[in-house]
């Protein structure tokens, strides 16, 4: 409606004669670029660049339409207000997606919203609390700021189009445009004349949540389908009997730790003085490769697909897993007959899992184990006090044979400030290791340059390999198996763009029953897989365990 010479604008409209045109510019940029930002951080490192925010965004067309047409005071508010969220929850999706592949080298799926806390927590590991609330209270002012300028730009200019015929017909025409581009030019998934960026983002979000709910009836038979479930106690695990086993995962030991041309040297000498080291001691030890379900973190999906047996690559697998009846490893020698401990010196908090599904025997976490020295980023403790205090409560003196599962955690992202070997006898209660992290680049510095990341990555797998060789040589156990391996890889950082899913793995044992009964494994002599060692899916590792020592019709 044009407004008569004296007239006072009504609710919704705009008096064209006092509307200042940086202002008008201003309202239709935002319709223009906004919506096209999911488009632009859903490119592959930018590779779109400006070009991605070329386009014409048809939820900005949408909207327009409809506030034009619609009339009264509450509707078109709660339109823009609807389309300033639509397009604000698009933009954080694509952004967390975004941070999905470059971290872990997955997709977002909405389903996996928890692990936005354990985000915050690396966060606040390596940056600090002040630092990581900071950055987070901007991007929520900065995501309602967006969102209450979406709506404002839309009624604005809505306002606008309403007041003038000319703006009518330009609306048209644009909106027919964009109708002949969607036809007529080929479609780019970077770069579109005729743009949906935000509602092809939200829609896709949509579709990858209905992808994980429908791949549960095919994790349902997995777990279903276990050849071990009703093996008699007596039999279960019984070429082990007697011995303390022990199941270490290495945070991020991945394939590029024994690979990558500024980390492999120095893992390897790590590796070679073990085998030396080892050998000595009486121990022998055969090498191979897992393909683990995750990659850059969540290393409890690499956990569960270990003990299990079953792939578990997303967080929707793992809370039905966990909520099942599945025999884990920590199960088969629990009822077996064995001590089950789990050691995870990460946690300071009761973790359910551990006995309603694992049915560990023992919880161990960073509370338990008396440690009175300084946090080391993520590593609440160094791997060398884990292992000392796991040596020292269960495996000496006479003791049951005991079975655990013991996470280290000092080569966890973000990798500094590091934590260096020191003499076994002199590890007490850790206050020896204070001076040690004022002596270590911060994690703040570390990250400024990649390869400065690379190399403290590289350190902090020497260091953990470093602390496990240290417990093999001071413990007198002659019944003593350890199986090490690595979570996952590191994040792409460190990886790089299209890294594998390798992660080493090792057993190491001084008996020689058990490479007899492994035999047929056809893995490598030595800490170090050799360039024929198998390569195994990490979910085939419980049952091949399971059968090489537990005889079975």
Not at 8 to 31: E, F, K, N, S, Y
Request: proline share 8%.
């Amino acid at each position: 409606m044009l407004l008569r010479r004296g007239s006072r604008p009504l609710p919704g409209q705009v008096d064209p004669r006092r509307t200042r045109p940086a202002v008008t510019a201003a309202a239709i940029a935002m319709l223009i670029v906004v919506p096209l930002l999911p488009r632009l951080l859903a490119s592959p490192e930018g590779s779109a660049g400006s070009a991605g925010l070329i386009g014409v965004p048809v939820e900005s067309l949408l909207i327009l339409l409809l506030l034009v047409i619609v009339s009264g005071r509450i509707l078109p508010r709660v339109l823009a207000g609807s389309f300033g969220l639509l397009v604000t929850a698009a933009i954080v999706l694509a952004a967390i997606d975004r941070g999905f592949r470059a971290a872990l080298g997955i997709p977002f799926v909405p389903t996996d919203w928890p692990q936005l806390g354990d985000a915050y927590g690396v966060a606040v590991d390596a940056v600090g609390p002040f630092l990581t609330d900071l950055a987070l209270a901007a991007v929520v002012i900065a995501a309602v700021a967006c969102a209450a300028g979406l709506a404002w730009a839309a009624r604005h200019t809505a306002a606008l189009v309403r007041a003038r015929a000319s703006g009518r017909t330009v609306l048209a025409a644009v909106t027919a445009a964009w109708l002949v581009a969607g036809v007529v030019v080929p479609p780019r998934p970077d770069v579109s004349l005729a743009a949906d960026a935000s509602l092809t983002t939200l829609g896709t979000a949509v579709s990858r949540t209905g992808e994980v709910f429908a791949a549960r009836a095919a994790v349902a038979r997995d777990v279903a389908d276990d050849p071990f479930a009703g093996v008699p106690a007596d039999r279960l695990l019984s070429g082990l009997r007697g011995k303390d086993v022990v199941i270490a995962f290495v945070e991020s030991y991945g394939r590029v730790a024994l690979e990558g041309e500024r980390i492999a040297p120095g893992v390897t000498d790590v590796l070679r003085d073990g085998d030396g080291m080892l050998a000595a001691e009486g121990y022998t030890s055969r090498s191979a490769w897992l393909t683990s379900p995750t990659f850059g973190g969540r290393s409890w999906l690499a956990h569960a697909t270990l003990q299990t047996g079953v792939w578990t690559g997303t967080q929707s697998a793992y809370d039905q897993v966990v909520a099942s009846d599945r025999l884990s490893l920590a199960r088969a020698f629990g009822r077996a007959g064995w001590r089950t401990v789990s050691d995870v010196p990460s946690d300071a908090a009761a973790w359910d899992v551990g006995t309603s599904f694992y049915r560990y025997g023992t919880l161990v976490d960073a509370r338990d184990v008396g440690y009175r020295g300084p946090i080391f980023g993520y590593a609440r403790i160094p791997d060398q006090y884990t292992l000392k205090h796991f040596a020292d409560t269960e495996l000496a003196g006479p003791h049951a044979p005991v079975m655990a599962e013991i996470d280290l955690v000092s080569s966890h992202t973000p990798w500094a400030p590091l934590p260096q070997l020191v003499p076994w006898e002199k590890i007490g209660d850790g206050s020896i290791y204070d001076p040690q992290p004022a002596q270590s680049e911060p994690a703040g510095t570390v990250w400024q340059d990649p390869k400065t990341v690379q190399r403290f990555y590289g350190q902090s797998v020497q260091y953990s390999l470093g602390s496990l060789l240290s417990f093999l040589g001071h413990v007198d156990d002659p019944n003593l198996v350890v199986i090490v391996l690595g979570d996952h890889q590191p994040a792409a950082i460190v990886s790089g763009a299209d890294a594998s899913h390798d992660v080493p793995v090792s057993v190491i044992a001084r008996d020689p029953s058990v490479f007899a009964a492994t035999a047929g494994w056809g893995w490598s002599p030595g800490l170090r897989p050799g360039d024929d060692a198998p390569i195994w899916r990490m979910d085939a590792f419980r049952d091949r365990l399971l059968a090489a020592f537990s005889p079975v019709p």
